[in-house]
């Protein structure tokens, strides 16, 4: 079968940069990859799962179309390209010619008349058509042998329309009826007018009815009222937005099928591309285990590629495309073979005790663990590793006999615990973790290069190896090299020769020391030093206690939770089938769209994925639960569900045998906000807002009888944040005063005494007060409270009247970021906004918005951070036995021991408050229980 793909370039190439835009990615250079690695993947997926014989890919070009002509305003009020997408233009044409795809325009026609001319003419020729493209309006395109062919997208599979589905989708007997619906309908993206009061299902009614945009105009006076004056009135418009909306099939372009012919994509030209886009992963899944952005970078490339393609290429370019690619210089390979170096083995004690001088000489050093595993609660130490200048190290391996290794781990404890003697690595909090099972308590000022990098460029990747390949220009020796890829069948570093694991160990303390000489002078150029020196590398030590000390469980609370959540769930589940009146999979979004959507009909305008299954997310769940109980029975199945084997199931399998307590894992360098995250368990999703949600916190228990739990939290942290750094004196004057902020803020918006307010205009306050951080607007405010959009401005514009300091604070946040491209928080912690000044709305916006929030968010994850050091600092000097045990949000927990808890609480509470000077008082809640609900 001969099979055509004919790709929309430009909207598959908007659908995956926007795709990513909530998490972007960038190169180490800062460019942003989004749109080149969302559609190099879909790209891949078609070639893998279709395998088609030809393809194309179609671009329109800035040259004015006859629909221009026709219609001067037509796609007048597009948004401007997104800048980050008009830079990966260039390397995207290289990807599709790199794999030796056309890519065809033509001045004066879209891309959507090339690709409906040429999949007419393949039609003629036998082939199978499939225009890939999330465009709608190419429905009227599909025929036997041509279909729409909508990639996957947001975890829902591909999906193709053909002639059957197309009629369903659109409710019409022919496929050309869609021009029809399109022309009364219009689009506002592509400024096409349409018919006014005419919207999709009016417009498919009436084509229903009468069959053509003709008939309905020769038919108007059938109808009634306003539609019968809007047709009339506007009957020249729609039928010109009918003939904008049709899709031309006489371009003068010609189906090239030798050309069109899909062969193997050129090597030569992709390894370096996907190289100077630091496409790791891709890289290895197109060109196998032994790609690397290093050594192919330095890969010639030709620079003629876009005007004059390659020689033995194929040029199917009805227009020539500029050649604005401009390759980058070739890099020097380095790696351990190409570079000199030292890498010593210390395998006897007279070796170690050589080592151990050298290093109780110095002012810092470098070291790094070498470990069976990636859980330093779990995993065993395999070697040590220790540098002190570059491209020198040592490697120090330990036997597997936990006594003997202990025995040697001992011998560098004068070094280890040396607080003048300063520590460098690359994640530290694991390695300082990891000794504490060696009866190692690290001391000393550390530089964590995780967290150096993370200070200076918090949205990208800070992982050690790739740190290397894009700073020192030297590709480190993989540990899949040593033991393996990952997986069941994965090795175990004491299998590895010695030889082979000493120039890997060796080579990461190497690499860690001449990456902290590149971090050093780049921390005093974002002004960092003292988040660095003082917050973040301070911290580790903190968060590596807390992980070491582990929370204990309540198996048995959780066991009896278990079985009353099973039965709830069961009751849950026999009162649907009830309500349902037929009993079916709830756990299935297929069964449960088709029970609520079709069955009890509770929604006729209910939408459909692009599979064609009702939509059943939470968020449509939620719309409907007001109206229907059963939803609201099929939502609280879904949440006890949730909660039973997330963590009531869950947490008793975390439990460390050697110790019998869970010990989370606290992600310090993941959120650009400078917020914590924990992993195994996640501790910041334990649900709060439910009763059945706040049971989990019971099963969190002290250690013994002789401990209690305490819990202090930080109260509405993040207004009383924004109140001192907007100095808003309304605000400000109400958290002096102690008066309950969305009372007050009601009392101010609507004009009435504080003992007035009631729990309405509070609630519509608070509303107000949160969501101005999260630059919530009117529409959105009025969706959150279900009031009109009108009503939602004025309690807006209200509350502006009243903290005029609220507003400019944002204006003046917002300039700064314009200028300076970041805000920082009050720690200086800076939150870099690429996309402040896009003229693509949308873009701006989203960055818009972070500029608002980041500075709070970021200076409440400073603080707590600041606390956590100041009261970990002083349990440590006043030798208490008390330990902290987990940070969740703006809430610190606490294992006390019953006879220190009056020592206990003024230190949190103290530190608390104190954590970062402010004039608007910060406010601690504090409380005691046998269990963490009943401390909270």
């Not at 001319?117 to 709608?136: H, I, N, R, S, W």
């Not at 009109?788 to 400019?808: H, L, N, T, V, W």
Request: proline share 4%; net charge negative.
């Amino acid at each position: 079968m001969k099979k055509l793909f004919l790709l929309d370039g430009m909207a598959l190439i908007y659908r995956a940069h926007f795709a990513l835009s909530k998490s972007p990615r960038f190169t180490s250079g800062g460019l942003n990859t989004s749109a080149v690695m969302g559609f190099t993947n879909t790209l891949l997926d078609v070639l893998k799962k279709e395998r088609p014989t030809h393809m194309a890919v179609v671009f329109d070009t800035d040259a004015p179309t006859e629909r221009h002509t026709d219609y001067e305003a037509y796609k007048a009020h597009r948004e401007a390209m997104p800048e980050d997408l008009a830079k990966a233009l260039p390397y995207i044409f290289k990807v599709v010619l790199g794999f030796n795809i056309p890519l065809i325009t033509s001045d004066g026609y879209e891309a959507d008349d090339i690709i409906g001319t040429l999949a007419k003419k393949a039609e003629a020729k036998g082939y199978q058509v499939y225009c890939m493209t999330p465009d709608k309006d190419f429905a009227q395109l599909v025929s036997e042998n041509i279909r729409i062919y909508k990639p996957a997208r947001m975890g829902n599979d591909m999906e193709i329309l053909g002639v059957e589905e197309v009629c369903k989708k659109w409710e019409v007997e022919r496929v050309e009826q869609v021009i029809d619906i399109l022309g009364l309908w219009g689009d506002a993206v592509d400024n096409i007018p349409g018919i006014p009061g005419i919207g999709e299902k009016t417009a498919k009614t009436l084509i229903k009815q009468y069959g053509s945009m003709e008939n309905i105009i020769a038919h108007s006076h059938e109808l009634k009222g306003k539609m019968k004056e809007n047709v009339e009135t506007y009957a020249e418009q729609g039928l010109l937005s009918k003939k904008l909306a049709t899709i031309l099939l006489n371009v003068p372009v010609e189906l090239d099928e030798e050309g069109l012919a899909m062969t193997a994509p050129s090597k030569d030209l992709l390894e370096p591309l996907f190289a100077e886009l630091e496409f790791r992963t891709l890289g290895r899944r197109v060109f196998g285990d032994d790609f690397s952005i290093t050594e192919t970078r330095a890969v010639a490339v030709q620079t003629d590629l876009f005007g004059n393609p390659v020689a033995g290429g194929r040029t199917t370019l009805t227009v020539e495309v500029e050649d604005i690619y401009e390759p980058p210089a070739p890099i020097e390979i380095r790696n351990i073979n190409t570079i000199e170096h030292e890498y010593i083995l210390a395998d006897t004690f007279e070796k170690r005790a050589e080592l151990i001088n050298i290093l109780k000489a110095q002012k810092h050093i470098c070291f790094d663990t070498e470990t069976t595993g990636t859980d330093a609660n779990f995993c065993e130490l395999v070697g040590l590793s220790f540098a002190v200048k570059h491209h020198q190290a040592w490697y120090v391996p330990v036997p597997a006999d936990e006594v003997e290794t202990k025995k040697i781990v001992a011998e560098f404890k004068p070094v280890f615990e040396d607080a003048n003697i300063g520590k460098t690595g690359q994640n530290l909090k694991f390695d300082i973790l990891m000794l504490k099972w060696y009866d190692v308590e690290m001391k000393g000022d550390l530089f964590d290069t995780m967290m150096a990098h993370y200070v200076i460029d918090p949205d990208t990747r800070h992982n050690m190896d790739i740190l290397s390949e894009n700073y020192l220009s030297y590709k480190p020796v993989s540990i899949t090299e040593l033991i393996g890829p990952k997986g069941k069948n994965q090795g175990n570093m004491r299998d590895v020769e010695i030889e082979k694991i000493k120039d890997y160990a060796a080579e990461d303390a190497d690499v860690t020391l001449q990456l902290r000489t590149v971090f050093e002078p780049k921390i005093k150029e974002v002004e960092a030093e003292k988040l660095l020196h003082e917050i973040e590398n301070p911290l580790i030590y903190v968060l590596a206690d807390i992980e070491h000390e582990g929370v204990r469980i309540d198996n048995d609370t959780l066991r009896e939770f278990s079985k009353d959540l099973e039965t709830d769930i069961a009751k849950l589940e026999k009162t649907v089938y009830e309500k349902a009146g037929v009993r079916f999979n709830i756990a299935s979004p297929k069964q449960l769209g088709e029970v609520l959507f079709e069955k009890l009909m509770l929604d006729p305008k209910a939408k459909k994925t692009k599979t064609g299954q009702y939509q059943t997310g939470e968020d449509v769940l939620l719309a409907l639960a007001a109206k229907s109980d059963i939803v609201r029975d099929i939502l609280d199945f879904r949440q006890l569900q949730k909660l039973k084997s997330t963590y009531v199931d869950a947490l008793p399998t975390m439990v460390n045998s050697k110790t019998g307590r869970v010990h989370t894992s606290y992600n310090q360098a993941v959120a650009a906000t400078g917020r914590l995250s924990s992993t195994n368990p996640n501790l910041q999703n334990i649900p709060i807002r439910t009763e059945r949600g706040r049971e989990v916190r019971k099963a969190f228990i002290p250690r013994d009888e002789n401990h209690i739990i305490v819990s202090a939290d930080y109260s509405q942290i993040e207004l009383r944040i924004i109140a001192e750094i907007s100095k808003d004196p309304n605000m400000c004057q109400a958290f002096i005063d102690n008066v309950d902020i969305h009372t007050a803020t009601a009392a101010k918006v609507y004009g009435v005494a504080l003992n007035e307010v009631d729990s309405t205009q509070r609630r519509n306050a608070k509303a107000v007060n949160f969501g101005i951080i999260y630059g919530q607007s009117a529409f959105g405010l009025s969706q959150n409270l279900g009031i009109p959009r009108k009503e939602a401005a004025d309690i807006i514009e209200q509350y502006f009247a009243q903290y005029p300091g609220i507003k400019q604070y944002m204006s003046d946040t917002m300039n700064s970021a314009r200028e300076n491209g970041y805000v920082t928080t009050l720690m200086g912690r800076r939150r870099y906004l690429r996309d402040i000044n896009s003229a693509n709305a949308t873009v701006r916006g989203f960055a818009e918005r972070n500029a608002i929030n980041a500075p709070i968010q970021g200076s409440a994850a400073d603080m707590i951070k600041i606390a956590m050091i100041n009261i970990h600092r002083e349990m440590k000097e006043k030798n208490l036995q008390s330990k902290m045990t987990m940070q969740v949000h703006d809430e610190l927990v606490f294992d006390v021991l019953k006879s220190e808890l009056e020592i206990m609480k003024p230190i949190i509470t103290e530190n608390m408050k104190n954590a970062i000077k402010t004039e608007v008082p910060i406010m601690v809640e504090i409380g005691t229980g046998l269990n963490w609900l009943e401390a909270h």
